[in-house]
């Protein structure tokens, strides 16, 4: 595999009380319910925005699209439920926090994250892996990997766009580890303003690919 889109889809909500006929808790597990139609199938991961318009304040969060419903032949409106990750409930209860009018700070990153599974290697010392992205962007990336890799440990990094002669080649500094996630966070570094341009205009490609797959949806329906 070189490279894969993971879809995004996008509930905009008009007010935060909006959210909660949204959500479905069933034994332990949260989805959250996105009306309308969508190609988007059973199983597939997905990467999930809410979007309140009276903030305005966004979240982003990760999940698996548990069912979906076609309006013909049922009485209850046609809608997809995504079911959150599991290590991902903080990000449910910032939600929850936001909804119930109450402030929340969140930080926002310096570059957008981009739902992008990529083939990767790195190297550090003796060590040689080869893995695939989970999300990117032009400041760093999470990367699938059962190396549990201290924060502050240095790796090599090559990777090799699409239809390019070339690899990228640049450095990366562990930000931390997570079992639960299965894998690490990496903040890059460039060995020449080249590289880093070439990485960027690289990711600008992906970042029209996304944008032009986002599924929005909305209280009444898919927008």
Do not use: C
Request: hydrophobic content about 40%; charged content about 30%.
């Amino acid at each position: 595999m070189t490279l894969r889109l993971r879809p995004t889809v996008i509930l905009k909500l008009p007010e935060r009380r909006d959210f909660t006929r949204s959500l479905i808790d069933r034994d332990g597990v949260t989805s959250i319910f996105l009306p309308g139609t969508t190609n988007l199938a059973p199983g597939m991961r997905v990467d999930l925005g809410v979007l309140f318009v009276d903030g305005p304040r966004s979240f982003s969060t990760r999940g698996t699209v548990r069912w979906k419903r076609d309006s013909q032949g049922h009485a209850l409106p046609a809608g997809l439920a995504v079911e959150l990750a599991q290590h991902d409930e903080p990000t449910r209860d910032l939600i929850l926090t936001y909804v119930r009018g109450r402030n929340v700070d969140l930080k926002d990153r310096r570059d957008r994250r981009l739902p992008v599974m990529h083939a990767v290697s790195f190297a550090t010392g003796e060590l040689v892996a080869n893995e695939v992205t989970e999300d990117l962007s032009k400041s760093g990336a999470f990367l699938s990997s059962d190396k549990m890799l201290a924060p502050g440990t240095e790796i090599d990094i090559k990777l090799k766009p699409e239809g390019e002669l070339f690899a990228l080649r640049f450095y990366g500094e562990v930000v931390w580890n997570s079992k639960a996630r299965g894998g690490i966070a990496v903040r890059f570094a460039f060995p020449n303003p080249h590289a880093k341009t070439r990485f960027e205009a690289f990711v600008d490609r992906l970042d029209e690919q996304v944008n032009q797959s986002l599924e929005i949806h909305g209280p009444q329906g898919r927008l």
